[in-house]
T-cell receptor, first 112, second 116 residues
Framework: AQSVAQPEDQVNVAEGNPLTVKCTYS??????LFWYVQYPNRGLQFLLK??????LVKGSYGFEAEFNKSQTSFHLKKPSALVSDSALYFC??????????FGAGTRLTVKP | EAGVAQSPRYKIIEKRQSVAFWCNPI?????LYWYQQILGQGPKLLIQ????????DSQLPKDRFSAERLKGVDSTLKIQPAKLEDSAVYLC??????????????FGPGTRLTVL
């Protein structure tokens, strides 16, 4: 069965510092992986996705994610965090382009 | 380009009452999804439509939940009768469909349901 784990409920970073939000997955078949961000009282916004090819995927708002097949991970990263990046981040897996499963979410807080 | 529209944004009902949510997907998107997001959890897929046909409703509690997408565009999700544990945000999403390859889903703002 496919699943996604986000091991950290909360991540705190200082503005200007690099950030990492962790995600690991378990899936049979091709792991199509996604990151979404959710701001208060708003729906999920697509950040980036991994399909195949280059393990480093670049997305919106300066975010990127690194696919690591051996560690079954897809961590979200940004070189320099902004206060406006504070939000809830969800990792998701869609094995073979069906049945998307979301992680429980990680709340990112960026402090000035 | 207009995004996914949902209404109402908020709804408060008492248990055993009925409620319906409406979704209008992005124009041209063939696939439509309904998710349930309980506080503190990630979204859980309830049902997926391809045009007006159901692709996956394996996680839909069919004894009380129903959904339709009669003309392959708008969709409604109904709960009848509601239970306390149905309190959640109901998200609608749409995507281009299988011809787009690995599909990206675009989400509406959601409907926050409170069952008292």
């Amino acid at each position: 069965a496919q699943s996604v784990a986000q091991p950290e409920d909360q991540v705190n970073v200082a503005e200007g510092n690099p950030l990492t939000v962790k995600c690991t997955y378990s899936v049979s078949g091709n792991p199509y992986l996604f990151w979404y961000v959710q701001y208060p009282n708003r729906g999920l916004q697509f950040l980036l996705k991994y399909i195949t090819g280059d393990n480093l995927v670049k997305g919106s708002y300066g975010f990127e994610a690194e696919f690591n097949k051996s560690q079954t991970s897809f961590h979200l990263k940004k070189p320099s965090a902004l206060v406006s990046d504070s939000a809830l981040y969800f990792c998701a897996v869609s094995p073979n382009n069906n049945d998307m499963r979301f992680g429980a979410g990680t709340r990112l807080t960026v402090k000035p | 380009e207009a995004g996914v529209a949902q209404s109402p944004r908020y709804k408060i009902i008492e248990k055993r009452q009925s409620v319906a949510f409406w979704c209008n997907p992005i124009s041209g998107h063939a696939t439509l999804y309904w998710y349930q997001q309980i506080l503190g959890q990630g979204p859980k897929l309830l049902i997926q439509f391809q045009n007006n046909g159901v692709v996956d409703d394996s996680q839909l509690p069919k004894d009380r939940f129903s959904a339709e997408r009669l003309k392959g565009v708008d969709s409604t999700l109904k709960i009848q009768p509601a239970k306390l544990e149905d309190s959640a945000v109901y998200l609608c999403a749409s995507s281009l469909g299988p011809l787009a390859g690995v599909d990206t889903q675009y989400f509406g703002p959601g409907t926050r349901l409170t069952v008292l």
